[in-house]
DNA sequence: CCACCTACAG
DNA sequence: TTCACACTTTCCT
DNA sequence: GAAAGTGTGTCTCTGTAGGTGGAG
């Protein structure tokens, strides 16, 4: 294992020091992903890199800003003076542009409200619209013929003092963010906040040879449905983004994206009416979620029997206990319409329901139960289970896989909700685990609680668990229980890490009960269902709490 | 004039 | 990079 | 009863400057 250095956010101290962290990231992109990089993009960053300080400071304080059109007059910083010259030498390099054609709504958002007046007084005038807000000005603007072609910001607004600088590189800065990050939520700033302290990532080795793409191709392809569903978001229709999405590759990671993203072009598809693009896209996404929505919207527009089919077929395989159980309640629907059997009964197991009789209050419902019911109870949801497990199997969590983690800024490991990961980490996981069987698990939890107390974990909300409510857990829950709810957690993170009840009341026995609080006109919500049936089959002590306001 | 919002910086 | 959950409305039998 | 739609609190933090828009 090659020791390379590990990158490191710079010192704050530093005026730089963005400067320093740009230079981290592009430095372990280029020596650790170079096979992935055209020519043209090393020439272009070479081009970044063989500018003056000034000058590659000013392009990632550009480049780390929202938006890609920038007033020269709005680039003021103190560490690098002048931006004029600096400007200049950017241009000269390529790195950014002058007077790029911007459309209207880009220009009224680069203006402020005064300078819009100025710069469409007559026009405002003319169609009434001197005093309306700047949001009705931009889309009036926008809606005008006479507006529709992209100008150059100089002659929008001749009168300007100001310079208008574009970047030219931003789809490269984004692809090596990615690379280096593995995704695109995750910024600068990643460095900035830890080296504040403000976020603590746990520590895990990694090679380079641990990284998020190993082809040119995936990293296309996430860019792709990026900004296929950026589209989507900003309100395009569903039908050409479906045209548009890239085939699929061999890649099980990007191919579950491809398949979310497919969904969610069916889902917005259906919303706007539009049946045809939403049944082709459900039919070809593989998203564990889309074979039940294809079924009701079959059954919706009356084809009872593809919807009949679809659910008869999935009953046979179904992919998780959510898909099974939207079947159910399609196969309930329709199999009279069909002639087709009766479902055998579901012995929905009584679900165990009390009633409490409180006086109305503002206060949560959850709160309020809590406060009426005698013991020691705690407002738990989701929050102590993944919580005990995560602390229980930190090691397993956080081992060095390749291919988990590449980069210091990891709350979990990259694969965390994707299947197979519990499969690829079965011996870690069950040496975790086997310390339920001789005993040890309850020092081992509390261990690591105080000792990763405030490192970021997806399965760890800290200010939900407190040190009380973690002793009582562990004296009251008997280790068979544990074992048998993370072993449902693991075997899918995603799809069973919601969904359990709202509270745990400890008795004074010793022992304890799971509660799930039910004001007047809330129901029940499938995963919660689901986990009341799993209690229920364990001899876990689990029931739903109805709450009735006092007249 | 002031409350509110947003982008930005660290 | 949202998500999980509660709460509300609508439709249907 | 089921499904769909909406709202809320959490999201990684905190402080600040500038812009906006309504009130007076
Ligand atoms: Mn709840
Ligand atoms: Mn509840």
């Given at each position: 294992?090659?020791t390379?250095?590990r990158p490191?956010?710079a010192?704050?101290?530093?005026?730089?020091?963005?400067?320093?962290?740009?230079r981290?990231?592009?430095?372990?992109?280029?020596?650790?992903?170079g096979?992935l990089?055209?020519?043209?993009e090393?020439a272009?960053?070479?081009?970044w890199?063989g500018?003056?300080?000034?000058?590659r400071?000013?392009?990632?304080?550009?480049v780390?800003r929202q938006?890609?059109?920038?007033?020269l007059s709005?680039?003021?910083?103190?560490e690098?003076?002048?931006?004029?010259?600096?400007a200049?030498?950017?241009?000269?390099?390529?790195?950014?542009q002058s007077?790029?054609?911007?459309?209207v709504?880009?220009l009224a958002?680069?203006l402020?409200?005064?300078?819009?007046?100025r710069?469409?007084?007559?026009?405002f005038?003319?169609?009434?619209?001197?005093?309306?807000?700047?949001?009705i000005?931009?889309?009036?603007?926008?809606a005008?013929?006479?507006?529709?072609?992209?100008?150059?910001?100089?002659?929008w607004?001749?009168?300007?003092?100001?310079r208008?600088?574009?970047?030219?590189?931003?789809?490269?800065?984004?692809?090596?963010?990615?690379m280096f990050f593995?995704?695109l939520h995750q910024?600068?700033s990643?460095?900035?906040?830890?080296?504040?302290?403000n976020?603590?990532?746990e520590?895990?080795?990694?090679?380079?040879e641990?990284?998020a793409?190993?082809?040119?191709?995936?990293?296309?392809?996430?860019?792709?449905l990026?900004?296929?569903?950026?589209?989507?978001?900003?309100?395009e229709?569903?039908?050409s983004?479906?045209?548009?999405?890239?085939?699929p590759?061999?890649?099980?990671?990007?191919?579950?994206?491809?398949?979310?993203?497919m969904?969610?072009l069916?889902?917005?598809?259906?919303k706007a009416?539009?049946?045809?693009?939403a049944?082709?896209?459900y039919r070809?996404s593989d998203?564990?979620e889309?074979r039940?929505r294809?079924?009701?919207l079959?059954e919706?527009r009356?084809?009872?029997?593809g919807?009949?089919?679809?659910?008869q077929?999935g009953?046979a395989?179904?992919?998780?206990?959510?898909?099974l159980?939207?079947?159910?309640?399609?196969?309930?629907?329709?199999?009279?319409?069909?002639g087709?059997?009766?479902?055998?009964?579901?012995t929905?197991?009584?679900?165990?329901t009390r009633?409490l009789?409180?006086p109305?209050?503002?206060?949560?419902?959850?709160?309020?139960?809590?406060?009426?019911?005698?013991?020691?109870?705690?407002y738990v949801?989701?929050h102590?289970?993944?919580?005990?497990?995560?602390?229980l199997?930190?090691?397993?969590?956080?081992a060095?896989l390749?291919?988990?983690?590449?980069?210091?800024?990891?709350?979990?490991?990259?694969d965390l909700?994707?299947?197979?990961f519990?499969e690829r980490r079965?011996?870690?996981?069950?040496?975790?685990l086997a310390?339920?069987?001789?005993?040890?698990?309850?020092?081992a939890?509390m261990a690591?609680y105080?000792?990763?107390?405030?490192?970021?974990?997806?399965?760890?909300?800290?200010?939900a668990l407190?040190?009380?409510?973690?002793?009582?857990?562990?004296?009251?829950?008997?280790?068979?229980?544990?074992s048998?709810?993370f072993?449902r957690?693991?075997?899918?993170?995603r799809?069973?890490?919601?969904g359990?009840?709202?509270?745990?009341?400890?008795?004074?026995?010793?022992g304890?009960?799971?509660?799930?609080?039910k004001?007047?006109?809330?129901?029940?919500?499938?995963?919660?269902r689901?986990?009341?049936?799993?209690?229920?089959?364990q001899g876990i002590a689990?029931?739903?709490?109805?709450?009735?306001?006092?007249?």
């Open positions: 294992m090659a390379v250095k490191a956010p010192s704050l101290a530093d005026p730089f020091y963005y400067l320093a962290n740009a981290t990231l592009v430095d372990w992109v280029r020596d650790h992903h096979d990089l055209l020519d043209g090393k272009q960053l070479g081009a890199l500018a003056g300080h000034e000058a400071a000013l392009l990632v304080r550009m780390m938006g890609e059109h920038f007033r709005r680039l003021r910083y103190r690098i003076g002048d931006p004029a010259p600096v200049d030498e950017l241009l000269a390099l390529g790195l950014v007077r790029t054609p911007i459309p709504q880009e958002d680069l402020t409200l005064i300078e819009l007046n710069c469409f007084a007559g026009a005038a003319e169609a009434g619209l001197a005093r309306a807000a700047k949001g000005k931009r889309d009036w603007l926008r005008r013929p006479e507006y529709a072609t992209p100008r150059p910001f100089d002659d607004w001749p009168v300007s003092q100001d208008l600088l574009s970047l030219a590189c931003m789809p490269l800065f984004e692809r090596l963010r990615l593995g995704n910024d600068g990643e460095f900035v906040l830890t080296e504040l302290g976020q603590r990532y520590t895990v080795a990694f090679t380079p641990s990284r793409f190993h082809h040119r191709a995936e990293v296309d392809h996430y860019l792709a990026h900004h296929l569903r950026r589209r989507l978001e900003q309100g229709a569903p039908a983004l479906l045209e548009a999405l890239p085939a590759l061999d890649n099980d990671w990007l191919a579950a994206r491809r398949a979310k993203l969904y969610q069916a889902r917005a598809a259906e009416g539009d049946d045809d693009t049944l082709r896209a070809h998203d564990h889309a039940v294809q079924a009701r079959l919706r009356g084809d009872h029997g919807a009949f089919a679809l659910a077929a009953l395989q179904p992919r998780d206990e959510a898909e159980q939207g079947l159910q309640r399609l196969y309930r629907r329709l199999y009279k319409k069909m087709a059997p009766a479902p055998t009964p579901v929905e197991a009584d679900i165990l009633t009789t409180l109305p209050s503002k206060e949560r419902v959850e709160r309020l139960a809590a406060g009426a019911l005698a013991g020691p109870v705690y949801e989701n102590l289970f993944n919580g005990l497990l995560a602390l199997c930190w090691e397993a969590l956080y060095p390749p291919g988990a983690f590449f980069h210091p800024f990891h709350a979990g490991p990259a909700y994707r299947p197979g519990a079965s011996e870690l996981l069950a040496a975790c310390r339920l069987e001789d005993g040890s698990y309850r020092a939890i690591r105080r000792q990763k107390q405030g490192i970021s974990c997806p399965l760890l909300a800290w200010p407190s040190e009380p409510l973690l002793e009582r857990a562990l004296s009251c829950i008997p280790p068979a229980h544990l048998a709810v072993t957690l693991l075997s899918d993170l799809g069973h890490g919601s359990l009840p709202d509270l745990i009341r400890f008795l004074p026995g010793g304890y009960e799971l509660i799930e609080v004001g007047p006109g809330d129901r029940l919500q499938d995963n919660q689901r986990w009341l049936a799993f209690f229920h089959q689990a029931s739903v709490c109805q709450v009735r306001w006092l007249p």
